[in-house]
């Protein structure tokens, strides 16, 4: 692999093991096992250091028995005390503060003590070439078998040791060459063997070092997920009650249903206030109970679509447990509820509002003496029956009529005379028309009539009719006869209301010019 200088080197993190040292590749890693280690690590070398003291010891009788009070005996027992100082020295060092460093010079510093130590009682002890070997054989493997040091090392002393105890062997007896290449054979073979176990020991140390670092990775993983969890879940249990508190709590009616068949899921105080029922009566219900008109859901629902999910002052008429019809302005929004789609509505009542305004709006389009629409209730009803057609083109005829010598009835009996006889007009158009035909007083003594689906001819039938009735009635209380004029047009393509009613204004005075009291149709 190709590296640019001034590349940072990325450490190779892959928990893989050296099979010629019996150590993680890793260094960090390494570290970590042998850290992990050393107190299991120390414990193992300060008993074995102990194991060691007491085997010298117990060796001092022996060599008592063996060589007796003499110089060899003494010069022994002061090697064999330099080694029970140097192993007590080693595993005090190591014991007062433990770290991998002087856990891994205490192992070398003991097993050379050891070796160094039969490398220096063997000639004093004198014993046969196939006995020094066997004594040097055994503290070897003993080195290899029971020390827990660095493989690398204690390999290479006991490679050294063991050259160093056969050159001193063949140097101080001179065994026959048969004899000597046996007991190398020997010690091949075994080191071999104690080596295998020593490198097995490592890697499987390693190893379960892996195990129990995966395994508590693991565990702390699971744990750090539970106490997330919990967290979790007292947050939500937390945001569910802050949640219940704001919704029971809100100063404006919220109602909770679902989407698909508008059952109610949920609803606050200010709700049942609103509607005048109890919780019992309203959980579980279909919201088409509250509407005033059931359409009225299904087109609540489209607009819900239409903005997105999102609606805002959306005007809606609900029906209350007394019969009561509200209008209310409802803010929607779509939501979950259980992993169901559902709405979360909130209502504002305008029913007061309303009635104001369609108070003010009756007094900005009523005329106050007849009843009857004024110039500007007559202009919007008739700007919408224009639309429709416009739209549909059906027949749509208007009458203009005033009243014949109003002016003469006025000042002859006053205004209160004169208001009687707008009164009486007005009456006698109300109870002629039909529910959709329009009648309004456009100022004075003036008025006029919008008949939609009627024709000109249609139309001309029904204000002979008016004229008559007018004519026929007793309006004037000074005795005098009250008689209208009126003039019909029917509306042609292109046109629009003033031309309409310029043409039947112009038929109203041809009216006049010919006597009054009779109806002229353009």
């Given at each position: 692999?190709?590296?640019?200088?001034g590349?940072?080197?990325?450490?190779?993190d892959?928990?893989?093991?050296?099979w010629w040292?019996a150590e993680?590749?890793?260094?960090?890693l390494e570290a970590?096992?042998?850290?992990?280690?050393?107190?299991?690590?120390t414990?193992?070398?300060v008993h074995?250091?102990?194991?060691?003291?007491?085997?010298?010891?117990a060796?001092v009788?022996?060599d008592?028995?063996?060589m007796?009070?003499t110089?060899?005996?003494?010069?022994?027992l002061?090697i064999r005390c330099?080694?029970?100082?140097?192993?007590w020295?080693?595993?005090?060092w190591?014991a007062?503060?433990a770290?991998?460093v002087?856990?891994?010079?205490a192992?070398v510093?003991g097993?050379a003590?050891?070796?160094?130590?039969?490398?220096?009682i063997l000639p004093?002890r004198?014993?046969g070439?196939s006995l020094?070997a066997l004594?040097?054989l055994?503290?070897?493997?003993?080195?290899?078998?029971?020390?827990?040091?660095?493989f690398?090392y204690t390999?290479?002393?006991?490679l050294t040791?063991?050259?160093a105890?056969?050159?001193e062997?063949r140097?101080?007896q001179?065994p026959p060459?048969?004899e000597?290449l046996h007991?190398?054979?020997?010690?091949?073979v075994?080191?071999a063997?104690?080596?295998?176990?020593?490198?097995s020991?490592n890697l499987n140390r390693?190893?379960?070092?892996?195990?129990k670092?995966?395994?508590?990775e693991?565990?702390?993983?699971?744990a750090?997920?539970?106490?997330?969890?919990?967290a979790?879940?007292?947050?939500l249990?937390?945001?569910e009650a802050?949640f219940?508190a704001?919704?029971?709590?809100?100063p404006?009616p919220?109602?909770?249903?679902?989407f698909?068949?508008?059952r109610v899921?949920?609803?606050?105080?200010?709700?049942?206030d609103?509607?005048?029922?109890?919780r019992?009566e309203?959980?579980?219900?279909?919201?088409?109970?509250?509407?005033?008109?059931?359409e009225?859901r299904a087109?609540?629902i489209q607009a819900?679509?239409?903005?997105?999910?999102?609606?805002?002052?959306?005007e809606?008429?609900l029906?209350?447990a007394d019969?009561?019809?509200?209008t209310?302005?409802?803010?929607?929004?779509?939501?979950?509820?259980l992993?169901?789609?559902?709405?979360?509505?909130?209502?504002?009542?305008i029913s007061e509002?309303?009635?104001?305004?369609?108070?003010?709006?009756?007094q900005?389009?009523?005329?106050p003496?007849?009843?009857?629409v004024?110039?500007?209730?007559?202009?919007e009803g008739?700007a919408r029956?224009?639309?429709r057609w416009?739209?549909h083109h059906?027949p749509?005829?208007?009458?203009?009529?005033?009243?014949?010598l109003?002016?003469?009835?006025n000042d002859?009996g006053?205004?209160l005379?004169g208001?009687r006889?707008?009164q009486?007009?007005?009456e006698?158009?109300?109870?002629?028309?039909?529910?959709?035909?329009l009648?309004?007083?456009l100022?004075?003594?003036?008025?006029v009539?919008l008949?939609?689906d009627?024709?000109?001819?249609?139309?001309?039938?029904?204000?002979?009719r008016?004229?008559?009735?007018?004519?026929?009635?007793?309006?004037?209380?000074?005795g005098?006869?009250v008689?209208?004029?009126?003039?019909?047009?029917?509306?042609?393509?292109k046109?629009?209301l003033d031309?309409?009613?310029?043409?039947a204004?112009?038929?109203?005075?041809?009216?006049?010019?010919?006597?009054?009291n009779?109806?002229e149709v353009?």
């Amino acid at each position: 692999m190709t590296t640019h200088p001034g590349a940072p080197v990325h450490q190779d993190d892959t928990p893989r093991i050296e099979w010629w040292s019996a150590e993680f590749s890793n260094r960090a890693l390494e570290a970590e096992f042998r850290a992990a280690s050393l107190a299991f690590e120390t414990r193992w070398t300060v008993h074995a250091i102990w194991i060691g003291i007491a085997i010298l010891v117990a060796f001092v009788p022996v060599d008592f028995v063996t060589m007796g009070a003499t110089l060899p005996f003494f010069v022994a027992l002061l090697i064999r005390c330099s080694m029970i100082f140097g192993l007590w020295s080693a595993g005090r060092w190591l014991a007062r503060n433990a770290t991998p460093v002087r856990l891994d010079l205490a192992v070398v510093l003991g097993e050379a003590v050891l070796v160094g130590g039969f490398l220096a009682i063997l000639p004093v002890r004198g014993e046969g070439f196939s006995l020094a070997a066997l004594t040097a054989l055994a503290v070897l493997l003993a080195i290899l078998l029971l020390a827990p040091g660095r493989f690398l090392y204690t390999v290479a002393l006991a490679l050294t040791a063991s050259v160093a105890f056969l050159a001193e062997d063949r140097w101080l007896q001179h065994p026959p060459l048969h004899e000597l290449l046996h007991v190398v054979l020997v010690f091949v073979v075994l080191q071999a063997y104690g080596i295998y176990i020593l490198h097995s020991l490592n890697l499987n140390r390693r190893r379960e070092f892996l195990q129990k670092r995966d395994l508590h990775e693991a565990n702390r993983r699971l744990a750090e997920e539970g106490r997330q969890r919990l967290a979790t879940h007292r947050l939500l249990e937390e945001s569910e009650a802050n949640f219940r508190a704001l919704f029971q709590g809100a100063p404006v009616p919220l109602i909770l249903s679902d989407f698909n068949d508008g059952r109610v899921l949920e609803v606050n105080q200010g709700f049942l206030d609103l509607a005048g029922q109890s919780r019992d009566e309203v959980l579980g219900k279909s919201t088409l109970d509250c509407y005033a008109d059931a359409e009225e859901r299904a087109l609540l629902i489209q607009a819900v679509e239409r903005s997105g999910g999102r609606l805002n002052g959306y005007e809606l008429r609900l029906r209350t447990a007394d019969g009561r019809i509200l209008t209310v302005l409802a803010s929607v929004f779509g939501t979950t509820h259980l992993g169901a789609p559902a709405l979360m509505t909130s209502l504002t009542d305008i029913s007061e509002r309303k009635a104001a305004e369609q108070e003010l709006r009756m007094q900005a389009t009523t005329d106050p003496l007849t009843g009857l629409v004024n110039r500007r209730g007559f202009l919007e009803g008739a700007a919408r029956e224009v639309g429709r057609w416009q739209r549909h083109h059906p027949p749509l005829s208007l009458v203009l009529f005033d009243i014949d010598l109003f002016k003469e009835a006025n000042d002859r009996g006053g205004h209160l005379a004169g208001d009687r006889i707008l009164q009486g007009v007005a009456e006698i158009c109300r109870s002629a028309l039909r529910e959709n035909d329009l009648c309004g007083r456009l100022g004075g003594d003036e008025f006029v009539l919008l008949l939609p689906d009627t024709d000109a001819q249609a139309a001309a039938l029904l204000a002979e009719r008016l004229r008559g009735e007018v004519a026929a009635a007793t309006l004037d209380a000074e005795g005098g006869a009250v008689t209208i004029s009126l003039g019909v047009a029917q509306f042609r393509e292109k046109d629009d209301l003033d031309d309409v009613l310029v043409r039947a204004d112009a038929f109203l005075y041809e009216a006049k010019k010919r006597g009054r009291n009779r109806v002229e149709v353009a």
